[in-house]
């Protein structure tokens, strides 16, 4: 598995759910798809939950053909919050992006950008890891409408249990328009645990 790093912050955004069918990662069993929107992000604090965040700083450089390249940073988190008299679990990401130079060239640069984002589980202590709900975040029309900007997924909430420690991850696929090279895949590190 990949390196383990923390933080706490709870991201919240507009979304718009749809439903999902083939060509997805083999890396979980069920999902729900996102077309999120440019939404601002607010950092939320509860003593009715608790949040554990990815703060690797994870970017990435794309360089687009006859256009300006951009920076993409992801930060995701896991996070637990009282529903009732149990809890509930649910990932959260933000996404920014900027241009590297000063504009020129087209706005159409990626084919599709897809972020998958997931709430995995393993056995309380270790072992037995495994994708618990997943979430297909559709970001290209954003990339492709806007020079710099930030846009939050999250995945819908789900049951927590006591056998199970959960965290976040997240894996980025984009075909970035007119390079010729198809699909780039991006693994970001997980989130810390939560108990």
């Known amino acids: 598995m990949r390196k383990t790093s923390g933080g706490m912050v709870l991201v919240a955004g507009a979304l718009t759910l749809a439903s999902v069918s083939g060509g997805l990662p083999a890396r979980a069993e069920s999902a729900a798809a996102v ?13 009715a939950q608790v949040s554990r965040c990815d ?6 450089k794309y360089a687009l053909p006859h256009k300006s390249d951009i920076v993409v940073k992801i930060d995701h988190c896991i996070t637990k919050r009282k529903s009732g008299r149990g809890y509930k679990v649910f990932s959260s990401l ?10 020129f060239g087209s706005m ?11 709430v995995n589980r393993r ?15 559709i970001f290209t029309d954003a990339l ?3 020079r710099e900007s930030a846009i ?21 696929v984009a075909d970035v328009a007119n390079d010729g090279k198809g699909e780039i895949y991006w693994a970001l590190d997980r989130s810390k645990y939560i108990y």
């Open 94 to 103: 933000t996404m920014s992006w900027d241009e590297l130079s000063e504009h």
């Open 55 to 60: 703060q690797s700083n994870d970017a990435k």
């Open 35 to 47: 077309r999120a929107t440019a939404a601002p992000v607010s950092t939320v604090a509860s003593a």
């Open 144 to 146: 492709n409408a806007r």
């Open 152 to 172: 939050a997924c999250s995945t819908p909430m789900v049951s927590y249990s006591k056998k199970y420690d959960y965290y976040s991850d997240v894996f980025v």
């Open 108 to 118: 159409h640069r990626f084919n599709h950008f897809y972020v998958y984002l997931y």
């Open 123 to 137: 056995n309380n202590g270790g072992g037995g890891d495994k994708n618990y709900k997943r979430t297909m975040c």
